[in-house]
């Protein structure tokens, strides 16, 4: 499993872009890299996930680098209910049936007004 | 859709009792799953399910048992509580395949073993 890389924490101003960074350099070919988040006291939320083209939804955009080692999450207006925990996880495309997802240590993002 | 509903949302037991967690899904989904979160820790899966009568262990299953009679529902049960499963516990659903890893997780159930 590829390991990722985040910062643990990070603070954006509410109305402002959050970008929120991950590494994960050795990502395989066949590797996705997904995004959750993790609001307090709730129940881990899936956000997006993509392969080497960019990916948007009504929730953020994903940008991945071409040669697939790094990734940024964006939230384009970001707003006070944002304030979570934002994982990182990569996960091959061929499912191990075991569908786990291994949380590591995320970023702690801090919306503030 | 009520999505992913679990129940109780709070449970006091002491050691030595038994209980069961309950989870329900109603996205037809086939995957379930279990998993604890203990304070400033991430996520560890319990127990898994590819769909009705398959269950399967995940990282830490000792203490935990799990059956899946129906796609909807994935219960788990606590055999004989400690104080070391004292967490919160997520379940967590999706369609199999290359989506297998967009879950929807419930709310959680907050277990407090004295």
């Known amino acids: 499993d590829a390991k990722t890389t985040q910062p643990p924490s990070m603070d954006c101003a509410e109305g402002r872009a959050a970008n929120l960074p991950c590494n994960h350099s050795?990502?395989?070919?066949?590797?996705?890299v997904y995004w959750y988040r993790q609001i307090h006291s709730q129940g881990p939320q899936y956000i997006i996930h993509?392969?080497?083209n960019n990916e948007t939804n009504e929730m953020a955009s994903l940008i991945i680098t071409e040669d697939r080692k790094s990734s940024t999450l964006i939230l384009p207006h970001a707003t006070l209910r944002d304030t979570a925990v934002y994982y990182c996880?990569?996960?091959?495309?061929?499912?191990?049936?075991?569908?786990?997802?291994?949380f590591g240590q995320g970023t702690t993002l801090q919306v503030k007004p | 859709n009520a999505g992913v509903t679990q129940t109780p949302k709070f449970q006091v037991l002491k050691t030595g009792q038994s209980m069961t967690l309950q989870c329900a899904q109603d996205?037809?989904?086939?995957?379930m799953s279990w998993y604890r979160q203990d304070p400033g820790m991430g996520l560890r899966l319990i127990h898994y399910?590819?769909?009705?009568?398959?269950?399967d262990q995940g990282e830490v299953p000792n203490g935990y048992n799990v059956s899946r009679s129906t796609t909807e529902d994935f219960p788990l049960r606590l055999l004989s509580a400690a104080p070391s499963q004292t967490s919160v516990y997520f379940c967590?659903?999706?369609?199999?395949?290359?989506?297998?890893?967009?879950?929807?997780f419930g709310p959680g159930t907050r277990l407090t073993v004295t």
């Open positions: 993509g392969l080497k």
């Open positions: 399910s590819v769909g009705a009568g398959i269950t």
């Open positions: 050795t990502i395989s070919g066949n590797e996705y």
């Open positions: 996880i990569v996960r091959p495309s061929v499912s191990s049936n075991t569908g786990k997802l291994i």
């Open positions: 996205m037809n989904h086939e995957y």
């Open positions: 967590a659903s999706s369609s199999p395949g290359t989506v297998l890893y967009e879950q929807y």
